[in-house]
């Protein structure tokens, strides 16, 4: 016969009996998943999109995943940094679409590949204003604002403001990010292409 040992409640026994045993568990026991509303299998997709408000920066939409959670029951001081870093990045595409309208030679592919000149974030900040809590949908409003910089640009500042859907619009955190225009190629620090410096003036 097969052996079996229980010790503690836990039994070891044979694969040839665990087989069995699983077999006839799963076709007497179906495993089932429980219903949940609709609202709440919505927030819980991975649902975004982004925006550009001519001039007043780039906005992007998510939805929060429960993963982001932490034991203190709100989402982790590091999720808040992740969402800008995303913010950033779509804010740096809808910068680079805009510089290829304007210029059609911009070198649109290389510029977040780490390739030829590129932005590099030196530091990053944020504030956190209010806990956020799953389910919640979150909205990041990025912005540049060159001011009287002088050209041609080098450095500049990104500042995001994240605003909370289940906190009806209340602004959670706010942020920002000091980047600096570098050439990966040479190892050194650059300057904007023209025409990426016109787009970051139109779209902020």
Same mark, same amino acid.
């Given at each position: 016969?097969?052996?079996?040992?229980?010790?503690?409640?836990?039994?070891?026994?044979?694969?040839?009996?665990?087989?069995?045993?699983?077999?006839?568990?799963?076709?007497?026991?179906?495993?089932?998943?429980?219903?949940?509303?609709?609202?709440?299998?919505?927030?819980?997709?991975?649902?975004?999109?982004?925006?550009?408000?001519?001039?007043?920066?780039?906005?992007?939409?998510?939805?929060?995943?429960?993963? @982001?959670?932490?034991?203190?029951?709100?989402? %982790? %001081?590091?999720?808040?940094?992740?969402?800008? @870093?995303?913010?950033?990045?779509?804010?740096? /595409?809808?910068?680079?679409?805009?510089?290829?309208?304007?210029? =059609?030679?911009?070198?649109?592919?290389?510029?977040?590949?780490? @390739?030829?000149?590129? =932005?590099?974030?030196?530091?990053?900040?944020?504030?956190?204003?209010?806990?956020?809590?799953?389910?919640?949908?979150?909205?990041?409003?990025?912005?540049?604002?060159?001011?009287?910089?002088?050209?041609?640009?080098?450095?500049?500042?990104?500042?995001?403001?994240?605003?909370? @859907?289940?906190? %009806?619009?209340?602004?959670?955190?706010?942020? /920002?990010?000091?980047?600096?225009?570098?050439?990966?190629?040479? %190892?050194?620090?650059?300057?904007?292409?023209?025409?990426?410096?016109?787009?970051?003036? /139109?779209?902020?």
């Amino acid at each position: 016969p097969d052996p079996v040992i229980v010790t503690n409640s836990l039994i070891m026994a044979s694969p040839r009996i665990c087989a069995s045993w699983l077999s006839k568990s799963l076709s007497t026991r179906p495993l089932s998943v429980p219903r949940r509303a609709s609202s709440t299998t919505r927030v819980g997709s991975s649902r975004s999109s982004s925006s550009s408000s001519g001039g007043g920066g780039v906005s992007s939409t998510v939805t929060l995943h429960w993963g @982001e959670m932490d034991a203190f029951k709100h989402m %982790n %001081n590091v999720s808040y940094l992740r969402h800008f @870093e995303s913010a950033r990045i779509v804010h740096f /595409e809808a910068l680079v679409a805009r510089a290829r309208e304007i210029d =059609p030679t911009f070198p649109a592919d290389d510029f977040l590949k780490g @390739e030829g000149v590129g =932005p590099i974030l030196a530091a990053t900040s944020c504030r956190y204003r209010m806990p956020v809590v799953h389910p919640d949908t979150l909205t990041t409003t990025s912005s540049i604002d060159l001011g009287g910089t002088r050209s041609p640009v080098g450095r500049f500042v990104m500042k995001y403001t994240m605003h909370s @859907e289940a906190q %009806n619009g209340a602004v959670v955190a706010t942020g /920002e990010g000091d980047i600096v225009v570098y050439d990966y190629a040479n %190892n050194a620090k650059a300057a904007l292409h023209p025409a990426l410096e016109q787009a970051v003036r /139109e779209v902020g």
